[in-house]
């Protein structure tokens, strides 16, 4: 590998996954919270990118996964363009990692596992809800979670179907670390037909 694919004397690593693990085991050891929390964007049907954040729940080779419902805004814009980027910022570290690439459905079980492992009331909260459609009132939605509370009351409650799992296979990962002045350390991973291909960028 290169010399100028050292940050601050750390050789990159050839795996941008492994890059990315050593990173999020630095920024978990600080204690921030919500170190998982990142902004996925999606294009919608109209052609305007859009932005929320999402917790990424794991990550490995194949990809980094969110869960959401599909029935959402960007669940519908996900389902015309399976192409979606994630942004991690991690201020006490001064580090952004940008993620971009196609978009999967996670496997069923993969999906069923986490559920599984929530809280109950969010698990009902997620029958409850209906995703990002205009609601009349509060009011409105409590009622229907004290509804859906009743029906499951001693049950173990189902995942909705429309509540799913999303990979973002990367294409492009970007690592990026502050330094003093503006002269930040910025190193992109673009896959190629040969593997990763890693390259420093002005910043
Ligand atoms: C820190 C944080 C974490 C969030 N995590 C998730 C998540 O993992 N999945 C999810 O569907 N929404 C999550 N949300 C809510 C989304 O940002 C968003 O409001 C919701 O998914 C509806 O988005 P949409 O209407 O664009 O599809 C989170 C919000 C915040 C602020």
Known sequence: MAKNQYLRGKMMEPSPTVQFEKWFQEILLTGTPYPEAC??????PEGYP?????????FDERGFVFFSNRDSVKGHSLEGCPRASLTFYWQPLHRQVRILGEVELAATEEADAYFSSRPRTSQLGAWASL?????????VFEERLKKITLKFKGKKVPRPPEWVGYR????????WQERPNRLHDRFCYIQTS?????????P
């Open 50 to 58: 859009e932005g929320r954040m999402v917790l990424m729940k794991s």
């Open 194 to 202: 040969k593997g990763w291909k890693i390259q420093r960028l002005y």
């Open 168 to 175: 973002i296979i990367p294409r492009k990962i970007e690592f």
């Open 131 to 139: 995703q990002s459609r205009p609601m009349k009132n509060r009011g």
């Open 39 to 44: 902004c996925v964007s999606t294009l919608s």
